[in-house]
């Protein structure tokens, strides 16, 4: 694993780098997010390890998320990246290791919506209820002001079907009235796990621009995606889970370049030495 | 997160369905055993006593101790060992309340917005004896008024003391609330509705078949045998003056049977992974 | 497709155990009401007669009529208007195997393998009404196994004729396979388990205080007011000596009133979109 | 809309033209496949309308599938892209128009599943059965052979897993089960749903080169997805629908080409200007 020196000039190619798979934390933090004044890197996973009755799922997993950057967590279905975003927000409990946000832990944050929004693929939609009174309950549990249900509704563009109950919803809909929850906050961090799936074309270029100007603003996308050309438009870094390891780790330019820029290929080449888990 | 939880209630269409369904079986059991059986049988209404024959059970209402008994706000039995539609509502209220989440994966966001598991417990509990609590204070109105239309119809005396009167009302109240949070507590254990649902069942048809063992085996039902939730439910809105558990006592035991099984699920809410 | 409505049955957990808790169910009722406490009266088991006292009101198994009520394949009742847990099961049974496909969206597979909804109505009634059988010739023979049992303890000889016998077990055996095919037909109406399980409670718990009403108001129980599920099982089990419907007209009564049911329930899944 | 002439050579960029939105049908069938001999379409969708209590979700909309080729059915969440998968499939009842399978409805179908296998969003999948159980309930269904359920698995790679219970599949190895069953009866002609949902970067891999194969053999397929890029490598042809409309039908190549042959380019502009539901 390598580890690449600070930059002072954040930009969409040679922007500080971020990822580290090897444990080790870069401190070379010249990049001052405008949402968040620390040092710290915004998510640090630390050799996280968990197993499900004897099958190891995740096993010694660290990198680092940032902050603004946005960093695409990819890997073939079970390798361990549901896992591992799962721990990291304190729904499941390692069995070693840490996930550490700003430096604490999720489950010792005083105010989690504040600092993380997630969306996640169980979105916790009840069908018999509207879009607006899941963003209330939403906005209730974490103490945001009601004004800031307006605002997400417009923000992913649900204020016209805000009243509508849920059971009408496309799975696009659905999406984003998550993504529109896990924004009420304010947080400086997004988690997102296959927040493309069931948009269409429109709501996906829609996403993009989410993602990207949020990381401009300094905010830090952990993204876990499929769609390996939508996370190259995205992404900053990559981190590949294979088998429940980290397989590769480290900017996304300088990483795929080798495969002239192609990120499909170099996935593919990657995992497939792995024989990954279907 | 108190708040949230009381919009997680009110916003979904099972739990009110559940409440009107209770209210509306307490109303018509009580309607009938408490006013119409009655005024049939004064011939305040209908063709009078005599053509309606001797075998009339009604209610004889001119004595205080009867009118404590026919103003349960839990439903006037029809028999022993039956359950009342009342009862069973407010234990699916408290199971849906506790399986809603687990069904369409709300407790994720409920978690992510509160990572220490005992407070999105103690929110639940608190939310779910508010609702119970409201369901409980319904049914004592829907019984009290029974009654007094009752005594109205047969231009009868209202012979209870009022402080006998709230002694019931209220002890049937707070029941009623126990009885939510019972299934709340069950319902977070069992996870899905279904599940949650029998279990419940299950448990009440053990308390029934149980003490018909008991009764058939020993002859008589000792105390030990009455600690059971709807047992001691009865208790709760009994007079006390007939012998048994006495309210007060009925009610505490209820409360102390309900916290055990709610410490239960919050071991189970902390330990499980979500 | 009814082969594969039987592999929908056999393959989930839901079923199995409903089939497990209304076969433990029946067993419990059985052995304790029928081999226990006759063993206990008769001094089999037990200190004796004298030492328990007389209120043991067990059963005296020594007249045929006695050993047919005794051996219901539906659960001997501890009382009047209770409901059995085989019996309960047994609904459940039928609106799992309603409700299952539309819970996990089966439904859609099913219809695009037979887009002609009549037949797949067809097939869930086959397969229902095949598993129901096994269920009940089980609940047959476990009541049948508790009374030989419960006549060698006591060494009383056998006085039911065996055809008498065949026609209760018989009787019962149709009676639950109706019970499956109505709770089939509620799943189906209410698509969703937990209405389906609601729906049905609904209306036992309908009968019974139907009938204790209707029974408080006149006196007595016409025959009219007998034609609900619950009453149509009891007679469908009773050996038609001591009144009431005929088992034969009962379970004639129950199919019918069974089939209305099916055919709605054919009709809606006719006319819904999948 | 644009009627083109048949072509007797079919080849991966000019092979016969299929898709027409005005309600003509393309006679010039000099392709035969190898699975049907049928020259009708293998599905000819004909003026098409459902309304939901007062509003229009299909309107008007017709489209063929010939045989051999891969239909690319895209638009917004909501257009009517699902509706309409229903409709052909005799899940829904349309308020007026006809979807014929080879010249029969989906309900006349003597048995449909030896000539249309389909993967719905709804996978229909109990989470307490395993993989083999749901295969043995529909090949029971349809009569198949026990035999094909064990080709099936392996076609799409889901025989290690066959006994283990759906419960604890990921989403990707749910597409592949639902795939399975939609393969079992060996039908010419596979209507999928966002088939991709879920699955991995590999998975994606070869869910294309099933597609491509199974067209190249001579069956047909109307693929539904919101995932131009995936949607650009395998289809022949592309239908538009949006709001309930259809909007664009043709050739995906020369459909295309005025963009720069960028299918999402062309896909933003046309359906900006009917400002699709969200």
């Known amino acids: ?278 | 997160m108190f708040r949230a939880e009381m919009l997680k209630l009110t916003t979904t269409r099972a739990t009110k369905a559940a409440v009107a369904v209770g209210v509306a079986g307490l109303i018509a059991t009580q309607v009938t055993l408490v006013t119409v059986l009655p005024a049939l049988a004064s011939g305040a209404i209908g063709p009078g006593r005599e053509a309606l024959g001797d075998d009339l059970p009604a209610f004889d209402l001119t004595t205080g101790a009867a009118q404590l008994a026919a103003v349960s706000p839990l439903g006037s039995s029809t028999g022993a060992g039956s359950i009342g539609i009342a009862v069973l509502a407010v234990l699916i209220l408290g199971v849906l309340a506790g399986t809603t989440d687990y069904r369409f994966g709300g407790i994720v966001p409920t978690a992510l917005a509160q990572p220490r598991r005992g407070r999105i417990l103690t929110a639940k509990v608190l939310a779910t004896a508010l609702a119970g609590l409201v369901v409980g204070v319904t049914y004592a109105a829907v019984s009290l008024g029974t009654l007094l239309v009752s005594l109205l119809l047969a231009r009868t005396e209202l012979a209870a003391s009022p402080l006998e009167l709230a002694g019931v009302l209220g002890g049937g109240a707070l029941a009623v609330a126990l009885f939510a949070l019972l299934g709340l507590a069950i319902g977070i254990l069992a996870r899905s509705q279904l599940a949650g649902v029998l279990v419940m069942l299950g448990i009440l048809l053990f308390e029934l078949i149980a003490q018909a063992i008991i009764q058939l085996v020993t002859g008589t039902l000792p105390a030990w045998a009455q600690l059971m939730p709807l047992s001691l439910g009865q208790a709760a809105v009994s007079s006390g003056a007939t012998g048994g558990i006495p309210p007060v006592t009925a009610v505490a035991a209820l409360a102390a049977l309900v916290a055990v099984v709610v410490a239960a699920a919050g071991v189970a809410l902390r330990s499980r992974d979500i």
């Open chain 1, 1 to 278: 694993m390598r580890l690449w020196p600070g930059h002072s000039r954040p930009s969409r190619e040679d922007r500080m780098r971020t990822v580290l798979a090897d444990g080790a934390v870069a401190k070379g933090s010249q990049h001052a997010g405008s949402m968040t004044k620390s040092t710290t890197p915004a998510l640090a996973i630390r050799e996280l390890s968990k197993s499900f009755s004897g099958y190891r799922a995740v096993e010694n997993v660290s990198f680092d998320v940032l902050n603004g950057r946005v960093v695409g967590l990819l890997g073939p279905n079970g390798a361990g990246k549901t896992t591992t975003t799962r721990m990291i927000l304190g729904l499941a409990a390692p069995d070693s290791g840490e996930a550490l946000i700003h430096g604490r832990s999720y489950r010792d944050l005083e105010r989690p919506a504040r600092m993380v929004g997630a969306v996640l693929d169980a979105a916790g939609l009840h069908p018999g209820r509207t879009g607006r009174e899941h963003l209330r309950i939403a906005a209730a549990q974490i103490a945001a002001p009601p004004a800031r249900i307006d605002a997400v509704l417009d923000e992913v563009g649900l204020a016209p079907a805000a009243n509508r109950r849920v059971a009408g919803y496309s799975l696009g809909m659905r999406q984003r009235l998550s993504l529109a929850a896990a924004l009420l906050g304010e947080p400086s961090i997004l988690v997102l796990d296959e927040p493309a799936n069931g948009l269409d074309p429109a709501g996906m270029h829609w996403l993009r621009e989410l993602i990207r100007s949020f990381a401009d603003a300094g905010g830090s996308v952990l993204l876990s995606s499929h769609v390996l050309s939508e996370v190259a438009l995205v992404a900053d870094d990559i981190v590949v889970i294979a088998q429940g390891r980290v397989a590769a780790a480290g900017e996304l330019q300088s990483t795929v370049a080798a495969h002239g820029g192609d990120l499909e290929s170099f996935y593919l080449d990657l995992t497939a030495t792995s024989a990954g888990v279907r």
